[in-house]
């Protein structure tokens, strides 16, 4: 099952819910690869803006994934109360280029929120986002906060660590799913990467998720795919992640990473960390849940 078919069968499910039924995913296997493998972009640069155009340039340009009227959600990590030296939150020239990105192909509505750890509102302000959204000067795009009345229970079928969990309804309902999360070290699930970014759209209390982490991400990713992801390896947190606080724990990359395969982007900015992707465990529930490629060998570079 492809990313839009799963997300049209979960939209046709919400929408059951609304008359009074719970919706229901059912994690159903995908079909093999084709023997050619999925693309993954990575580039490199100090101009942030053009970086970001030459990395989704490269995939086949934002145009791709996005089509006229469609309504997207750009999902970055906004979790923490951090300034981007410090590399918590990914970085605001990644986030607002790949909006402009998306107004560019014809997005109807363009909406990013994230369910922060700290504070929402100085999350907002300190990770920069805010403020670089607003030289868009577009109506079109929108930084929201999180409405805790919109969150929806969904009955995940299949399920390896839950068999139920609180998604938020306008993720779901979204036509196009831009993951954008920046490379950090984690504590518990080693790295936190695109996987774990969906962390920010999932209601109840996530802490009982990092019991059984690498399932539990590979059900919540089962239920929303990610049509994009983009990876932000500009700089990225090597200790005390993932939410930092020491500059001298910041290494400075200055890279990109892109593919329509959330594993695979995963999988290749593990290396980032001098990590194979099989140390990383989301990453393998990822893979043995047909969620995507992890090894390498099988990626299209482009």
């Given amino acids: 099952m492809t990313s839009f078919d799963r997300r049209t069968f979960v939209k046709a499910a919400l929408a059951a819910a609304a008359v009074g039924t719970v919706p229901i995913v059912d994690l159903l296997p995908r079909p093999a690869q084709a023997a050619e493998g999925p693309p993954l972009a990575v ?4 101009d942030i803006p053009k970086l970001v155009r030459d990395t989704v340039g490269a995939l086949g340009g934002m145009s791709r ?14 979790g923490w109360d951090r300034t981007v030296e410090l590399a918590a939150n990914t970085h605001p020239e990644v986030v607002r280029t790949l909006v402009e990105l998306c107004l560019e192909a014809g997005a109807k509505k363009v909406r990013l929120f994230d369910r922060t750890c700290n504070d929402p509102r100085r ?16 109506a079109r795009a929108e930084l929201e906060h999180i409405d805790p009345r919109a969150f929806r229970e969904v009955t995940i079928k299949g399920g390896k660590a839950f068999p139920s969990w609180e998604f938020y309804q306008p993720a779901l309902e979204a036509d196009v799913f831009i993951n954008v999360p920046i490379a950090k070290h984690h504590s518990i699930s080693r790295l936190t990467l695109a996987m774990k970014n969906l962390m920010g759209v999932i209601g109840g209390s996530r802490g ?3 019991t059984d982490i690498a399932e539990a991400l590979a059900d919540i990713n089962s239920v929303l795919p990610s049509d994009l992801t983009v990876i932000d390896a500009t700089r990225i947190l090597v200790a005390n992640g993932p939410q930092g606080g ?3 724990d910041v290494r400075r990359l200055d890279t990109l990473i ?3 395969d ?5 999988a290749y900015a593990a290396t980032l960390f001098d990590l194979k992707p099989e140390d990383v465990p989301t990453i393998v529930a990822g893979a043995r849940r047909g969620l995507g490629i992890m090894d390498l060998k099988r990626v299209r570079m482009v």
Avoid: M
Avoid at 262 to 266: G, K, L, S, Y
């Fill in 43 to 46: 580039r490199r640069g100090q």
């Fill in 65 to 78: 994934f996005v089509k006229p009227g469609q309504s997207v959600v750009v999902k970055p990590n906004i």
């Fill in 123 to 138: 999350c907002y302000t300190q990770s920069g986002i805010a403020a670089a959204l607003e030289t868009l000067k577009s």
């Fill in 208 to 210: 009982k998720l990092h």
């Fill in 246 to 248: 020491r500059p001298e």
């Fill in 258 to 260: 892109a593919s329509p």
């Fill in 262 to 266: 959330i594993v695979a982007a995963d």
